[in-house]
């Protein structure tokens, strides 16, 4: 970018409801162009369209421990926002639509209330085009259909709407529409994947897995019959994988199953996409980061995204960005007061994400585990974390539970995390917690359930040396024999020091003329490098 000229963009980001979320960002370049960090752009009068979606939930066939229902990935929202706060940053300007649902839930649990006095960041909605009510059991069925088949249209229309010509759209990594959408605008596209580059690779080698014949499955019985440790020893930056490492969608048997051909559209629209964004770091998976490089023209490893931001935070010496977490739900403060009361690494956090569910006897399962391990822990429940039947646990249990827990619905992750009395993180194995453990330098009791996390439980437990894998089929003697290894053991102290190794790492590449740092600066300039073709 030569130097006199202005940077001034205005972004345009889309969010979805039921279980999707259309981010769109669109930027403008004004008459009157703003100077950010010393650059300048010219000014002109064109638009791009950062189009971030956030991916829909899949049913239980890809589930292979137990039946889960939800709608909402909390942190798609909390990337795109992110993300869409960064560009800010640089100099764009922000219009971040959701779909309606999810708008509303924003706003109610005050998720966009740090946003509420910024210049040229504005929310709008459009319609959700899902027939069902959610809860319905075919509720994520059609929200998957509808990113195939209905959000093309009412996008197309909003952008009609937009004053200015859309030059880019940035769309989450599985909203395979936006392809289409790109092509019907001419313009460049990127797709945002929030999942980690080994995670992205596992998807991205879905087609090569049907060309082997190693997906779909035959049957139902290569679930258990010893298939899924096949060796996968040919998928670059994945060496001593087992198909069973793979992301959730290769436990599908049957070729007609909607949640797979959902996931096959993704992976062959986001195939056609030559400008990926990873939500991770070179320093964590540079073979597989450098085997995506060569395979896909520009891939922008960015992130944490969180540490990212911390230096915005200073500069405009708030926290508001911090305060609300960009969450769906409201945060509990009660229980950072309760951790103030800990000893230092004494305390086990304990959270299985926005999405899944699991059975009232894997949280009963869960819950005298804990509790006979006799260390303190800090539990988010979810109203609706209990699969189809209440998540009120027996009164023996309540009242072991009084002793040494603390239970609340939701909180900011992050501040958790980053308590010093927060030992290790009992968690589910998503990328968004994955990731916002090691950046707070906290090893993993990993119980990964479906998706991508096997995928990441694989790499935390053996490549980065932060954790442990509790089995399947939980038991309380595992939780409780896991529990006091990784509090009170010299095993579980050694991955505290390991994951305070990557905690440096990351502070590394978020810093001054960090990786991801100088990464983000390269994707703003080639945004604006797109607006000017």
């Known amino acids: 970018m030569d130097a006199g000229e202005k940077r001034y963009h205005r972004l345009r980001l889309e969010s979805s409801s039921n279980g999707l979320r259309i981010p769109q960002a669109s930027v403008r370049f004004d008459d009157q162009p703003a100077i950010v960090h010393g650059y300048q752009i010219k000014s002109s009068m064109n638009q791009m369209e950062l189009l971030t979606l956030k991916s829909p939930s899949f049913g239980s066939s890809a589930n292979y421990k137990a039946p889960y229902s939800s709608t909402k990935a909390q942190s798609h929202i909390k990337c795109m926002l992110k993300?869409?706060?960064?560009?800010?940053?640089?100099?764009?300007?922000?219009?971040?639509?959701?779909?309606?649902?999810?708008?509303?839930?924003?706003?109610?649990?005050?998720?966009?209330?740090?946003?509420?006095?910024?210049?040229?960041?504005?929310?709008?909605?459009?319609?959700?085009?899902v027939s069902v009510p959610e809860g319905s059991p075919r509720y994520q069925y059609e929200v998957s259909k509808s990113v195939l088949t209905k959000l093309l249209a009412p996008f197309l229309d909003l952008v009609d709407t937009l004053e200015s010509q859309v030059t880019c759209l940035i769309a989450d990594g599985m909203m395979p529409f936006t392809v289409d959408a790109a092509e019907k605008l001419k313009v460049p596209i990127v797709h945002f994947w929030t999942f980690s580059a080994c995670a992205f690779m596992g998807y991205y080698q879905a087609p090569n897995l049907i060309e082997k014949e190693l997906i779909?499955?035959?049957?139902?019985?290569?679930?258990?019959?010893?298939?899924?440790?096949?060796?996968?020893?040919?998928?670059?930056?994945?060496?001593?994988?087992?198909?069973?490492?793979?992301?959730?969608?290769?436990?599908?048997?049957?070729?007609?199953?909607?949640?797979?051909?959902?996931?096959?559209?993704?992976?062959?629209?986001?195939?056609?996409?030559?400008n990926i964004i990873i939500h991770t770091f070179e320093a964590l998976e540079s073979t597989v980061i450098k085997a995506l490089q060569s395979m896909i023209p520009h891939v922008y490893t960015i992130g944490p995204l969180e540490l990212l931001l911390n230096p915005i935070n200073l500069e405009e010496e708030t926290t508001k960005l911090d305060i609300k977490g960009y969450s769906l739900w409201k945060e509990e403060d009660d229980c950072l007061k309760w951790l103030q009361s800990k000893e230092p690494h004494s305390v086990?956090?304990?959270?299985?994400?926005?999405?899944?569910?699991?059975?009232?006897?894997?949280?009963?399962?869960?819950?005298?585990?804990?509790?006979?391990?006799?260390?303190?822990?800090?539990?988010?429940?979810?109203?609706?974390?209990?699969?189809?039947?209440?998540?009120?646990?027996?009164?023996?249990?309540?009242?072991?539970?009084?002793?040494?827990?603390?239970?609340?619905?939701?909180?900011?992750?992050?501040?958790?995390?980053?308590?010093?009395?927060?030992?290790?993180?009992?968690?589910?194995?998503?990328?968004?917690?994955?990731?916002?453990?090691?950046?707070?330098?906290v090893p993993m009791l990993c119980w990964p359930y479906l998706?991508?996390?096997?995928?990441?439980?694989?790499?935390?437990?053996?490549?980065?040396?932060?954790?442990?894998e509790i089995g399947s089929n939980v038991n309380r003697d595992e939780v409780e024999m896991l529990t006091r290894k990784m509090i009170k053991g010299p095993k579980g102290k050694q991955m505290r020091n390991k994951a305070m190794e990557w905690k440096k790492k990351i502070e590394i590449a978020t810093g001054h003329n960090g990786s991801s740092s100088l990464n983000v600066e390269t994707l703003a300039n080639d945004i604006d490098m797109f607006s000017r073709n």
């Not at 019985?221 to 060496?239: F, H, M, R």
């Open 451 to 468: 998706w991508d996390q096997p995928t990441n439980c694989r790499k935390i437990c053996t490549e980065w040396e932060v954790g442990m």
């Open 348 to 441: 086990v956090y304990v959270n299985f994400g926005s999405l899944i569910s699991v059975s009232l006897e894997q949280l009963i399962e869960f819950g005298w585990g804990l509790v006979n391990s006799n260390q303190d822990f800090l539990w988010i429940i979810r109203p609706n974390l209990v699969v189809g039947e209440s998540s009120t646990l027996p009164s023996a249990l309540k009242d072991m539970i009084k002793k040494k827990g603390f239970i609340a619905s939701w909180c900011s992750q992050e501040k958790v995390l980053n308590h010093p009395s927060v030992g290790v993180f009992l968690t589910h194995c998503g990328w968004g917690s994955t990731i916002e453990s090691l950046s707070a330098g």
């Open 83 to 129: 993300l869409a706060t960064l560009l800010h940053h640089k100099g764009l300007l922000i219009t971040f639509v959701n779909t309606e649902l999810n708008h509303k839930q924003l706003l109610n649990s005050g998720g966009l209330k740090s946003f509420d006095d910024e210049t040229g960041f504005e929310f709008k909605t459009i319609p959700d085009c």
């Open 216 to 274: 779909p499955l035959k049957d139902e019985s290569y679930l258990t019959n010893g298939y899924l440790d096949t060796a996968i020893d040919w998928i670059p930056g994945l060496e001593g994988f087992r198909l069973k490492d793979l992301p959730g969608y290769i436990r599908i048997a049957n070729p007609n199953d909607e949640d797979y051909n959902f996931v096959i559209a993704c992976i062959n629209a986001t195939r056609k996409v030559p």
